[in-house]
C-alpha cells in the first residue's frame, strides 16, 4: 500500500534504504532512493548527490531529476558550489538566497538561479571524520530548511553513509575504491540506456529513467544489470517500457502459475 501520511512515507524512506545495509546492494539505487526520498519527503524541490572516487575526485551519482544531474555536472566542472564547500569543510553548507550568494559562488549561483532554484542545504555523507560526498537539496524559494527537515535530511545521508561504509574496518580501501569505481562504470551504462530508452520512447531522460528503474523494480533486477542489457541489445527496449508497468504482485502471480 502507498503511504498514507508523511510519517509513513518518512518511515518507508527508512526502510528501503536500511534494506541496503547488506553486503549486495546497487549502489546507484540507493543513492537515487536518497534522491528520490528527499523530494518525496518535500525536503527540497530536488537533490543531487555526488561521491568521491579512488582519485579523490567528486563525481556525480544520482539526482532527483536531470536538471539536477546537469547543475550538479557544472558545478564539477568549474571546481566551485556548495557540494564542493561540504566536503572539504565536512560541514553543511547553507545559502537561503543563492542570488544574494553571488560573490561566494560567482559561477555556480547564477547557473542554479537560472534552473530555477533560489536556495540550498548540502550535507556531507560521512561517518564520523570519514567524508565520501555530499548531498545537494535545492529549494524553489528563498529561505532557511526548517530545523526538523534539516535533521531528517541529515539521519537519511547518515544512513545511506552507513550502508556504504559498514564494512570499512574489515575491507581495505581498494575494495572501497573498487566498488566506487564499478559504480561509476554503472553510471555510463543507465545514462547511455536512458538516452536510447528516451529516442525510442521520444520521451524525456526522467521519464526514461523511471521506465528504466520500474522495470528493474517491478523483475526484481539490479538497476546496472539492466542498464547493461539495454545498451548490449540483450533486454529489448520494448520489453522494458511494457514491463515497467507490471506490479511485482503480477510477477508473481505469473511466476506462479508457470511453475504450477
Same mark, same amino acid.
Given at each position: &500500500? ?8 518518512? !518511515? ?24 528520490? #526520498? ?149 553510471? !555510463? ?6 538516452? &536510447? ?28 544489470? !539492466?542498464? !547493461?542489457?539495454?545498451?548490449? #541489445? ?27
Amino acid at each position: &500500500m502507498a503511504p498514507t501520511s508523511r510519517e509513513d512515507l518518512l !518511515v518507508s524512506t527508512f526502510v528501503q534504504l536500511t534494506k541496503n545495509l547488506v553486503d549486495d546492494f546497487d549502489l546507484i539505487d540507493l543513492l537515487t532512493g536518497l534522491a528520490d #526520498g528527499c523530494v518525496d519527503l518535500d525536503l527540497a524541490a530536488a537533490a543531487g548527490i555526488l561521491l568521491v572516487d579512488h582519485e579523490e575526485k567528486l563525481r556525480v551519482m544520482a539526482a532527483s531529476s536531470d536538471r539536477t544531474r546537469l547543475l550538479e555536472l557544472f558545478q564539477l566542472q568549474n571546481d566551485e558550489g556548495p557540494c564542493l564547500d561540504a566536503f572539504s569543510t565536512k560541514e553543511p553548507v547553507i545559502s537561503v538566497d543563492l542570488r544574494a550568494d553571488k560573490s561566494r559562488w560567482p559561477i555556480f549561483a547564477p547557473e542554479a538561479v537560472d534552473a530555477g532554484f533560489r536556495s540550498v542545504h548540502a550535507i556531507p555523507l560521512r561517518l564520523r571524520e570519514t567524508v565520501i560526498g555530499a548531498l545537494n537539496l535545492f529549494g524553489d524559494h528563498v529561505g532557511g530548511m526548517p530545523e526538523a527537515n534539516l535533521r531528517i535530511a541529515t539521519a537519511l545521508a547518515n544512513a545511506v553513509s552507513i550502508a556504504i561504509l559498514q564494512n570499512q574496518t574489515i575491507l581495505q580501501s581498494e575494495i572501497r575504491a573498487t566498488q566506487l569505481q564499478r559504480a561509476l562504470d554503472s553510471r !555510463v551504462a543507465i545514462e547511455q540506456a536512458k538516452g &536510447m530508452l528516451a529516442e525510442r520512447g521520444q520521451i524525456d531522460m526522467d521519464s526514461a529513467f523511471r521506465h528504466l528503474r520500474s522495470f528493474a523494480r517491478n523483475t526484481r533486477r539490479h538497476l546496472t544489470a !539492466v542498464a !547493461v542489457d539495454v545498451v548490449s #541489445g540483450a533486454l529489448a527496449l520494448d520489453e522494458v517500457q511494457a514491463g515497467s508497468s507490471i506490479s511485482p504482485a503480477s510477477l508473481d502471480q505469473n511466476q506462479g502459475r508457470s511453475g504450477s
